[in-house]
């Protein structure tokens, strides 16, 4: 890290999770912009912590319930009535 | 992801004992707790173990659940309560090869300087690139993987987070941050080796 130790870089880190989520006002981000436009390092580190977001929450988004684990956890809780209906409504997952 | 405004419940009909409100609820986010559980477990017996828990503690409860916080924030707690419980009863059998770093203050600073960013989806999605996302998550500690489930996969909002979790904002704001720096100094170790771009010094 020696060779990324500035200041601005410490700020920039400090509120990082803030910019990547929109939630910082219109000024500061303006700041933050210009320092990313002089420093790859940070561009880096904001790119990527971007992407890992991203990668992490792509593939749970389509992940249902496995079948037999809906139908042992209706079962469990007496609701198998609620099951059939819903599975020959084909709405099942 | 569960998004909030697309789930409204009769909190009468609950606590009235209304089976079929009951099961709606229990389809609504059957998904989202199964997945926290095997995100936190990384085990798919652990994770049906603590859907069904989560939901029989619900039935259990729903008589005492005064609505002072969301239906989907009381049943959040519940399940990472099970989760955490789970894990405790599980590491008094862990071997030491399966402890897992604890909790510190270190700084979070980034050490790889490596853009991945822009390696296309296919690889970085691909079964291996898969694996190794989701090794990077099960080695976060406890601490930092809740919040990172709850915030970064679940989409939950920060507030959300800190009330399921009965910590305060700036406390799920300094875990998240963590995690995600872990997790990216953990990928960037992996598609790094990847990238024809060369690491800056």
């Known amino acids: 890290m020696s060779a990324h130790s500035h200041e601005n870089c410490q700020a920039l880190l400090g509120t990082l999770s803030e910019y990547i989520d929109g939630e910082l006002p219109a000024d500061l981000c303006k700041e933050i912009e210009k320092h990313l436009e002089g420093c790859e390092n940070c561009r880096i580190v904001v790119n990527t912590t971007r992407r890992t977001i991203d990668l992490v929450q792509a593939p749970q988004q389509s992940e249902a319930l496995p079948d037999d ?17 819903k599975l020959s409504n084909g709405q099942g997952g | 992801m569960i998004n909030s405004t697309t789930h409204e419940f009769s909190l009468e009909a609950l606590r009235a004992g209304d089976r079929s409100e009951f ?10 707790i199964y997945r926290l559980g095997l995100k936190m477990l990384s085990n798919p017996q652990d994770a049906e173990d603590v859907l069904q828990n989560t939901f029989l ?17 009381w049943l959040y707690r519940i399940a990472s309560n099970e989760a955490l419980m789970l894990i405790r009863r599980k590491k008094a059998n862990f071997s030491i090869e399966d402890m897992q770093p604890e909790d510190s203050d ?3 600073m980034p050490e790889t300087f490596v853009d991945w960013s822009l390696l296309p989806e296919n690889e970085l999605l691909s079964e291996e690139g898969k694996r190794a996302i989701d090794s990077a998550i099960k080695h976060l500690p406890e601490s930092l993987r809740m919040v990172f489930i709850l915030r970064d996969i679940e989409d939950l909002s920060i507030k959300e987070t800190a009330e399921i979790l009965n910590l305060s904002e700036t406390n799920v704001k300094t875990r998240l941050l963590r995690a995600r720096m872990a997790l990216r100094e953990k990928l960037s170790a992996y598609y790094g080796e990847r990238n024809p771009r060369k690491e800056k010094e």
Do not use: C, I, M, Q
């Open chain 1, 69 to 85: 684990v809906r139908e042992r956890l209706f079962k469990r809780l007496n609701l198998d009535t609620y099951l059939r209906e």
């Open chain 2, 57 to 73: 503690n619900a039935l259990l409860h729903l008589a005492d659940f005064e609505g002072r916080s969301s239906v989907s924030t």
């Open chain 2, 106 to 108: 270190d700084e979070v």
């Open chain 2, 23 to 32: 099961a709606r609820l229990v389809d609504a986010y059957s998904a989202p």
